[in-house]
């Protein structure tokens, strides 16, 4: 039950309660804030005019001391979340809190300390493999024994929204001579699923999988742009470099751990089995159904259940070394592929890496992205009794570089 009118089909149930940082009009102040229904709860108001505990936690404009205050403190404010929107005696005091989805500008959610980059999807790999390198039948030998990733920009991970400009650098098509310079010709996506570190760890400890929901407060989505012609020239030996670090965005609304209860599910069998550190008791997929839309046209449904590492493989991985966490680190899923055509989570594969272009409706066709045009991922997950936990959606524009 609640004093709010909410739609049964609503993405922001009070079984999701996501957290975000937003503006209105045009006021500087940034807010912490939880959608419901098609309406923002103005959770720093809100807490202050309570006098919740918490309510400290949720003055920084960013969600980074509600992430470094642990587990503990994550269960009240969503228990006192819960009890405010479900208990009618709340509803006076909170009406004047809650503003219209549609009039908050949504801001980046947290201060991204580092942030990391999987590469956990079983069909990407084998695709990307084929495309890049054509003479590779199998995975790289190393890939079913640990989550291969790679330190990435923490400073240019932005907020959903945000242009952006097409890159520069240096790319050699397979059959030229010298490499040249100037714009990327062959500018993609990485539909992405990330993760928000809330408690930090101490260096020189690793953290277990079992440890996981302990440290990570929640789930976004995350469009890892990437320069195929850029990355193809300067990938190797080192990895991923300016053809990565140029953006990636981030979608509003973090959803806590706590939502996705429904949506865990067995990961697929591993093969050989993975070493002790990166073993893993109960379901850590997550059957989060993603969707990419190119200028309004959905082009792919990728699945994430179908992902061959887990996040807390990817977290006990990370941290093996003794490399510690921070609060706001991000790490992301690499990007998610299923074995359909229309579940490849990249223009790279959609495409066949420009081979097979992608037709749209009006006889429009696309390869790599063309300047002013507009990706945006979604994704949902299933809720209790049928509902569906809603992540919104992270939107980006190409401007000319
Ligand atoms: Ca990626």
Redesign the pocket.
Known sequence: MTWLELADDTPFGLHNLPYGVFSVGGAPERRVGVPVGDQVLDLTAAAAGTAAPFAPLLTAGVLNPLLAAGAATWREVRESVTEWLTETRYADQLRPHLVPLAEVTTHLAFEVSDYV???SSEQHALNAGRIFRPDATELPPNWKHLPIGYH?RAGTVVASGTPVVRPHGQRKPRNADAPSFGPSQRLDI?A?VGFVVGTPSTVGTPVSTADFADHVFGVCL?N?W?ARDIQAWEYQPLG?FLG?SFA?SVSPWIVPLAALDHARVDGPRQDPEPFEYLRTTGKWGLDLALEIRLNGHLVSSPPFATQYWTAPQQLAHMTVNGASLRTGDLF????VTGPERDQRGSFLELSWGGQEPLELPGGVTRTFLEDGDEVVISATAPGPDGTRIGFGEVRGTVVAG
């Open positions: 980059d999987f590469y990435g990485e992405e995350v890892d990437s991923p990565k990636t992301a899923s690499g990007t």
